[in-house]
């Protein structure tokens, strides 16, 4: 009789086979045969060379050159579709946009203020008899003021209208005027007189400018003014505050019609002259913008309307 199951296993995971012979039934163990031999190191780097080629078949990592044509062109079209699709998008986005004025844009008001020399913690400690400790302070200045040199404000800008907007009407991409702002505005500030900008006498100058913002009329009509106190101390050890050309920004300055038609316009600034920072001593300072359409009171953020910062003068 024919016997067509499986064989089976004993606990030991050996196999049963259940033969029939012509004495009777017997059984026959065996133990469980490896279906796979282990290979060796060099065989298994002879299939790996194998696999990159096939010299029989002359195939490459399992490609045959029919098979790598038809592969690479499906993904040129796939890849090829893509970056049509995008290049549209980004063609119909462009169509919408202005390079002058934003066609959907968030209204960045109030504005926020930077302060120069630049320091990355906003600390000026310097000696005042020590120049290696002040001459970065007084480089970046003189950097930074280079554009308002008179010579270029009187070439390129021009005389406006104190007290007023600069309103000028036209296409928006027709060139705008910008007023005139030269250095000499900010006197014992300028650099011109006193090229270590009061800091070789202990007495240094910041300035300070609101940041740019699109079609913005500052203050509604009305200056947007400076002032300065202590943060964090007593108001004594900062004593009186100095500011160039006054404590606000006039009005002839606004608005700014954006950097491709305000080729030359130079932001306003206001230099603020501390002569009577109590010495080594660390004071932290406030100056902050006042008037309409200002905010300078949130704690999350120390640059709205205002900026911290530290003075220790040695």
Not at 12 to 28: E, V
Not at 134 to 150: I, K, Q, R, S, V
Not at 175 to 189: G, H, I, V, Y
Request: proline residues 5%; hydrophobic residues 35%.
């Amino acid at each position: 009789m024919e016997n067509n199951s499986a064989p089976a296993l004993d606990q030991r995971g050996n196999y049963l086979y259940s033969l029939d012979g012509q004495d009777g039934s017997y059984l026959h163990t065996n133990r469980r045969l490896d279906m796979e031999e282990k290979k060796t190191w060099g065989e298994w780097l002879q299939d790996v060379k194998l696999y990159l080629w096939n010299p029989e078949k002359k195939e490459v990592l399992g490609r045959d050159k029919k098979s790598w044509a038809q592969i690479l062109l499906f993904y040129l079209i796939l890849y090829g579709f893509l970056a049509g699709m995008f290049a549209l998008c980004i063609y119909g986005l462009l169509l919408t946009i202005s390079p002058y004025v934003p066609t959907c844009r968030d209204r960045v008001f109030p504005p926020g203020v930077t302060i120069r020399p630049y320091t990355r913690e906003f600390n000026y400690k310097f000696n005042s008899a020590i120049k290696d400790t002040w001459l970065p302070y007084t480089e970046n200045l003189h950097t930074f003021l280079e554009a308002y040199d008179d010579e270029k404000q009187i070439a390129t800008n021009v005389k406006c209208t104190p007290g007023q907007y600069f309103i000028q009407e036209g296409e928006l991409h027709e060139e705008r005027k910008a007023c005139q702002f030269p250095r000499s505005l900010l006197k014992n500030c300028s650099g011109i007189e006193d090229p270590s900008f009061g800091f070789s006498h202990g007495k240094p100058c910041i300035l300070l400018k609101m940041n740019r913002i699109l079609g913005f009329e500052a203050g509604s009509g009305t200056p947007i003014t400076v002032s300065c106190g202590v943060y964090n101390g007593n108001d004594t050890d900062l004593g009186a505050v100095n500011f160039y050309p006054d404590n606000y920004f006039d009005l002839m300055y606004f608005p700014y019609y954006g950097k491709l038609t305000h080729v030359n316009y130079t932001s306003p600034l206001v230099a603020m002259h501390f002569t009577e920072v109590t010495p080594n001593h660390e004071v932290t300072i406030q100056c902050k913008l006042n008037g309409r359409d200002i905010i300078n009171d949130r704690k999350t953020d120390h640059f709205l309307g205002r900026v911290i910062f530290t003075m220790n003068i040695g």
